[in-house]
C-alpha cells in the first residue's frame, strides 16, 4: 500500500538558520510527489513537485526538495529561514491511476524571529 | 478570479443532524476531491470524483456523501452516522485526475459537532 512518512512533526529554528524536512514513502511505482504548505490562516499551497527529470526541483519562496528513489526520500530544504516561513509542511504521493495525493502527517515549523 | 471557494467557513451542529458542506470551483476541472484533515494526521481522502455524474469513495468515505451533477460543484455531506464529524474540510480540485497536475486546495470548512 502507499503511505508517506515525515519524521519531524514539530521543529523550531531560529532565522537564517538551514531547513531540511524529512519525507519518505513507499510505493513500488513511477512516483509522483509534493510539497505543500498551510501558512497560518491561509489555503493550502504547492510549493514544488516532483514528476520526473532532475531529481533536484525547486519551488517557491527559496524552497527545493531532491527526489532520491534508492532511499525512497523526498526531503524539502531551504538554506535560509525566515520568520515568515513559520506554516504546517506536508509531503504527499500522487496515486497515478485515481489522482488522490497520500499525504503525510505533516511538519510545524516555527522560526523565531 | 478563479479559484475554489468553500462555505461557510465555520459550522457548527448538534450531534445527529446531517450538514452539506459547499464547495464550488470556477478553474473548469474535471478531478475534485474532499479531505479531512484532524492534528498530527496530515489530510485523508473521503471522496474523489474524476468526472461529472460520477465519484468513489477515498479512504474514510464511511459515515459521508457526495454528489457531482455539476462540474463545478462537489457537495460534501457529514451525515449522522459519522462518529466523529469535527474536523477541517479540504476541497480540491485538478485539471484531470491524471498526468501532471497538482491539485489546488479551498479554504477549507471547520466543523464542529457538539
Known amino acids: 500500500a502507499q503511505s508517506v512518512s515525515q519524521h519531524n512533526h514539530h521543529v523550531i529554528l531560529s532565522e537564517a538558520a538551514s531547513l531540511e524536512l524529512g519525507c519518505n514513502y513507499s510505493?513500488?511505482?513511477?512516483?509522483?510527489l509534493f510539497w505543500y504548505v498551510q501558512y497560518p490562516g491561509q489555503h493550502l499551497q504547492l510549493l514544488l513537485k516532483?514528476?520526473?527529470?532532475?531529481?533536484l526541483v525547486k519551488g517557491i519562496k527559496g524552497f527545493e526538495a531532491e527526489f532520491i528513489k534508492s532511499k525512497f526520500s523526498f526531503n524539502l530544504r531551504k538554506p535560509s529561514v525566515q520568520w515568515s516561513d513559520t506554516a504546517e509542511y506536508f509531503c504527499?504521493?500522487?496515486?497515478?491511476?485515481?489522482?488522490?495525493?497520500?499525504f503525510g502527517q505533516g511538519t510545524t515549523l516555527q522560526v523565531k524571529p | 478570479d478563479g479559484g475554489i471557494t468553500q462555505s461557510p467557513k465555520y459550522l457548527f451542529r448538534k450531534e445527529g443532524q446531517n450538514v452539506t458542506l459547499s464547495c464550488e470551483q470556477n478553474?473548469?476541472?474535471?478531478?475534485m476531491y474532499w479531505y479531512r484533515q484532524d492534528p498530527g494526521q496530515g489530510l485523508r481522502l473521503i471522496y474523489y470524483?474524476?468526472?461529472?455524474?460520477?465519484?468513489q469513495k477515498g479512504d474514510i468515505a464511511e459515515g459521508y456523501s457526495v454528489s457531482r451533477e455539476k462540474k463545478e460543484s462537489f457537495p460534501l455531506t457529514v451525515t449522522s452516522a459519522q462518529k466523529n464529524p469535527t474536523a477541517f474540510y479540504l476541497c480540491?480540485?485538478?485539471?484531470?485526475?491524471?498526468?501532471?497536475?497538482?491539485?489546488?486546495f479551498g479554504p477549507g470548512t471547520r466543523l464542529t459537532v457538539t
Open positions: 480540491a480540485s485538478s485539471v484531470a485526475s491524471g498526468g501532471s497536475y497538482e491539485q489546488y
Open positions: 510505493y513500488g511505482g513511477t512516483v509522483n
Open positions: 516532483y514528476f520526473s527529470g532532475d531529481p
Open positions: 504527499a504521493l500522487k496515486d497515478p491511476n485515481t489522482g488522490k495525493l497520500i
Open positions: 478553474l473548469n476541472h474535471d478531478a
Open positions: 470524483s474524476q468526472i461529472v455524474n460520477d465519484f
